[in-house]
């Protein structure tokens, strides 16, 4: 028996190990946009486009690669639960590749638009594909470490991502040439997770760990139609927590995508920093964002009863107070004070926000509908990150980047107040719930 344990063990770090890597391979064809961005600007304005308009038209961009990303979430899910989370990580990943190199590729600004929005829209494929491996993987009690440890391919990949990004424009490479090593790292990347990545305990012969009993979407039988899905689904798109996480999950996305996109920029223009200094310092934002996963990981599977919803509205109240800070406090010719309250921000805000389309969508939706409940949270927060191209770059040229802090922070705080509804509700489910076998987090 122990033996066996040992294997499953075993096997369960190989297929964290398979997603981390694979899904840090995702970001490093993601944040190369971010960091290529005033290399990009830096070429449209010598070929004639004021820098006003040049920062608006790349902000465009940004915004129509995440609309297609939030788009793609909503389908991705539901093909998750339908198709198995392994396809969906691996054919994002494949799409990805192709996208990447289409994009170094290109010229002129519709091209670049076109294979941006076609990078984003298959990488939505990606997360949702590994929430439903980890539900036929994992015990619900280890929901919040295991999706905490998870979340750091997306943190620290990206941190990774950025550092490694940074030193080979400090080489001299152009912004095609990132894009090219990118999309070449994600292809072996891919081929890794093609011989390792498996859909269930199944396939080595061990059974399936428990769902979470508390989750609004039950897993009795698999449906035979989508008219059985849309009924089984049917008390999560009644449930108020199941909605609270959604709105919870666009302000976070929001800011989130703002800090992701805009960083590199605001370090160039306020801070004076150049372009592989900015760089670097944007690593700091999901580096620390990552140690703040692990910490609310870690508390989330031990501080039980709401656990969950207590840190996001903590994480929402202190947040807002640092980008209030960012927007009114003078720091004179320090460029410190501000690196630190950016990363600040990241610290206080992507532990709780790496939850909403993690742990807690494998607590509402189950085995059988985790992918579409994180494809959905996930969804609805990439439609707050749309806001983070375009209109974050009129708001930083009308109000500058002092003013455009103020605002986050101001959505920040009222997010708070349905963090702190949504902990009243989370608290009430436990207490009342006809399934409560045991006094588990339910948020």
Known sequence: M????NRLSRWQVIIVLAMFLGYSGYYLCRSNFSVALPLIAGDLVAAGLSPET???RLGAIASLGVAAYAIGKFPAGAISDYLGGRRNFLAGMIGSVLFTVLFALA???PWLTLTWIGNRLVQSLGWAGMVKVSSRWFSYHTYGTVMGIISLSFLFGDAASRTFLAWLIARGFSWRGLFVVAGGTLLLLLLISVAVLKETPLEIGEPEPPANPLAIVIAQDKPSSGKDLWRTLCPLFSNPGFWMVCGLSFTFTLVRETFNLWSPTYFIQVLGLGPAEAARESALFPLFGGFSVLLAGFLSDRV??????????????????VLFLLGFGSFGTSRTVSI???????????????????????????????GTTSGIIDGVGYVGGIFAGDSIARVSIAYGWRGTFMILAAVVWLSSGVAFFYRRYSLTRVVVSPRLTHMGDSG
């Not at 122990?2 to 344990?5: I, L, S, V």
């Not at 656990?307 to 202190?318: K, P």
């Not at 990241?346 to 189950?366: C, E, H, K, N, R």
């Open 340 to 370: 630190v309250f950016v990363t600040l921000v990241g610290f206080l805000m992507i532990g709780p926000y790496s939850y909403l389309a993690g742990a807690v969508a494998l607590d509402l939706g189950g085995k059988l509908g985790c």
């Open 304 to 321: 039980k009863q709401a656990g969950r919803a207590t840190i996001i509205s903590c994480g929402l109240l202190a947040a807002g107070v």
């Open 54 to 56: 040049t920062r608006i």
């Open 2 to 5: 122990k033996a066996k344990q």
């Open 107 to 109: 010229g002129g600004l």
